[in-house]
């Protein structure tokens, strides 16, 4: 029956049936121990659920979807895995993830509908420069899948334990818990975990990073981990991208920026809300020094209204204030930005999905866990970072936690004065963290590794 469904001629809402119909055969094929037969019928599926998909206008249908169908990727990436397939694997885990962002980053960069899949491994290799590596994770109810893709090639990697997703996130959350309690032990932590997720790499030292998380490593922040004695900060540039599709489409799209910046400090609002910082204020007048020109606002004309005017038509967006995520309903996610007529009015992330950000070359969200949301069963992070990068933005700094006020503006000087002489953004973020990191006072990851650099990892400012 399954056969007969999946050979029928499809129109219309017959590719779903089609599409379920290969599934079906591939569940049959690998019970009976066929498992290149079910590879291929899911590999067929997936391809019959994007063009079925395709179909539907609806952004939130589309991802819902997507979400519905993560069973079938995940069965696709571990058979092509047992049958020694790692590009192939790869590029199955890579369309899986974070489509309704990959749609909405290919029509802001107008690529042609039918040019907005996901890239594959082959393609995406060429486009990689002799020191960059992208490591690719997947994580599966049973264990923990990753990929090292280079120029010269994709490699499938072996970890030593098995890493299940509900072990991994206990993992993550207890790391986190250390690094928000600035605990004494955070080090010993980042020690295990480095040495289960970073030394089956093998990834050597001075090589340009390109991380793509998965399920509950999105929280995880990898330039704090450890390896070999030293973190990962200190023997690697390390960016984040929520699909490496996405990050090259976004590195290819906006190669330079010009030195224009907009930014926007310590925001006038009720102080029964948050308290003043005074330190973004200090900071956003450092940035300033670098960038002869600058627009700047503070206090009570740092608000929406302005950002909502200048933001579009500034290369770079800097934002210097207080955040919230909810990681409940994400699009309600507020930076917040100055009161006004006594009244709040935030910033959020709802209001940025509709915005036209697409001259925008970098937004830095100097604020407390600026890049948390939810992550969903496509794999999308819900909240700034879905909403920026959908809107347009090409590179995006975010924050995991509550960040210091007095680390931060050190952090962000450092990194702005970098970008002023036109270092690469992986470079500068590097320089920055290690100049909070050399600081025995701000030596603990809490303070100099919350911020992760999101998307386009190659972009400079022209001088």
């Not at 939130?60 to 058979?79: H, N, P, T, Y």
């Not at 030593?160 to 955070?186: K, T």
């Not at 036209?356 to 999308?380: F, I, Y």
Request: aromatic share 6%; charged share 20%.
């Amino acid at each position: 029956m399954y056969r007969e469904l999946a050979q029928a001629p499809v129109s219309g809402d017959e590719g779903f049936y089609r599409a379920w119909a290969l599934d079906g055969m591939a569940r049959s094929e690998q019970a009976l121990g066929q498992d290149a037969a079910a590879a291929q019928a899911l590999d067929q599926a997936i391809d019959e659920f994007d063009k079925a998909r395709a179909q539907f206008r609806s952004d939130e249908f589309k991802m819902g979807l997507f979400s519905d169908l993560q069973s079938v990727f995940e069965r696709a990436i571990a058979l092509h895995s047992r049958l020694g397939q790692p590009a192939q694997a790869f590029d199955i885990s890579e369309r899986s993830r974070a489509r309704a962002l990959l749609d909405a980053v290919a029509g802001r960069a107008q690529i042609d509908r039918g040019e907005a899949a996901a890239l594959d491994a082959d393609t995406l290799r060429a486009m990689l420069r002799p020191d960059e590596v992208v490591v690719a994770y997947h994580t599966l109810p049973d264990r923990l899948l990753a990929w090292v893709l280079t120029r010269d090639g994709v490699r499938e990697v072996t970890f030593p334990v098995a890493l299940p997703r509900a072990d991994l996130a206990r993992l993550v959350d207890a790391y986190r818990d250390a690094l928000i309690r600035i605990s004494p032990n955070a080090q010993a932590v980042s020690d295990k975990i480095g040495q289960l997720l970073l030394a089956p790499l093998q990834v050597p030292a001075g090589k340009r990073l390109v991380i793509v998380p998965h399920g509950p490593l999105h929280y995880l922040p990898f330039q704090a981990l450890r390896l070999d004695g030293q973190y990962l900060i200190e023997r690697n540039p390390i960016s984040i991208a929520p699909s490496i599709s996405i990050a090259a489409r976004l590195a290819q799209r906006t190669p330079t920026a010009s030195a224009r910046l907009l930014a926007f400090g310590n925001p006038a609002i009720n102080p029964d809300v948050a308290d003043p910082l005074p330190g973004a204020e200090r900071e956003v007048q450092a940035l300033a020094r670098q960038f002869p020109g600058a627009r700047l606002y503070f206090r009570e004309q740092a608000n929406k209204d302005n950002f909502l005017k200048d933001a579009p038509s500034s290369p770079l967006v800097h934002v210097a204030a207080h955040a919230m995520a909810d990681t409940l309903d994400p699009l309600h996610s507020k930076v917040l930005l100055a009161d006004e007529n006594g009244q709040p009015n935030y910033l959020e992330a709802k209001d940025v999905m509709g915005m036209k950000l697409g001259g925008v070359a970098m937004v830095a969200l100097s604020a407390c866990e600026s890049g948390l949301g939810r992550v969903e069963n496509g794999d999308e992070v819900l909240g700034f970072t879905r909403s920026f990068l959908s809107a347009g933005t090409s590179t995006l700094l975010a924050s995991l936690w509550p960040v210091s006020d007095a680390a931060t503006e050190q952090l962000m000087t450092t990194l702005y004065a970098d970008l002023a002489k036109g270092e690469p953004v992986q470079d500068a973020m590097r320089d920055a963290q290690r100049a909070v990191l050399a600081n025995p006072e701000t030596a603990h990851p809490y303070y100099w590794a919350p911020f992760n650099l999101i998307g386009n990892w190659r972009l400079q400012v022209a001088p």
